[in-house]
T-cell receptor, first 114, second 107 residues
């Protein structure tokens, strides 16, 4: 099994441009997470989905960030417009349900905003 | 506030030496704690969790509620243990990660 799939793996854009990241979780995992990882830091949760419902988006900067998981399977995270400070690794993870269960991480998307 | 602190950004030891990666947490309820590891060019993965009370790759971690710590230990470090290690706390339906400790095991 491929595990959690993310694309693209790398993205370089200029500031003020939009960007989107895609994640396909492990089949059967109803919980999906998007994390932000800045250089030298641990991952920080942006948003958590239970099926298609965003149950925790308190850390998502909603003025420029948006996410969706329309059919409760794959998910897209968007930034519009991107700022220099958004340069980071964006991680997607999935689990069978609840943070007590093991989370399986994707390889991440490394975003560079110039 | 819920918080995980890993005081060491880098820990360098020689092969065969004991290793202890420190983790302290702040949490008002009954915590669930984990250690995640990221080897070079690999994705982040679970190493162990405190409720399992198991040893994985020779690593163990004991939850000390009095000291609010969950240190990761291994008696004899191996070169293949070199990686980034993250302590994480499960709270409010999400994982809260520490800043990570890079373990470097020298031959």
């Amino acid at each position: 099994e491929a595990g959690v799939v993310q694309s693209p793996r790398y993205k370089i854009i200029e500031k003020k441009q939009p960007v989107a990241f895609w994640c396909n979780p492990i089949s059967g995992h109803n919980t999906l997470y998007w994390y932000l990882q800045n250089l030298g830091q641990g991952p920080e949760l942006l948003i958590r989905y239970e099926n298609e419902e965003a149950v925790d988006d308190s850390q998502l900067p909603k003025d420029r960030f948006s996410a969706e998981r329309l059919k409760g399977v794959d998910s897209t995270l968007k930034i519009q417009p991107a700022e220099l400070g958004d340069s980071a690794v964006y991680l997607c993870a999935s689990s069978l349900g609840g943070s007590s269960n093991e989370q399986f991480f994707g390889p991440g998307t490394r975003l560079t905003v110039l | 506030a819920q918080r995980v602190t890993q005081p060491e950004k880098l820990l360098s030891v020689f092969k065969g030496a004991p290793v202890e990666l420190k983790c302290n947490y702040s949490y008002s309820g009954s915590p669930e704690l984990f250690w995640y590891v990221q080897y070079s060019r690999q994705r982040l993965q679970l190493l162990l969790r405190h409720i399992s009370r198991e040893s994985i790759k020779g690593f163990t971690a004991d939850l000390n509620k009095g000291e609010t710590s969950f240190h990761l230990k291994k008696p004899f470090a191996q070169e293949e243990d070199s990686a980034m290690y993250y302590c994480a706390l499960s709270g409010g339906g999400k994982l809260i990660f520490g800043q990570g400790t890079e373990l470097s095991v020298k031959p």
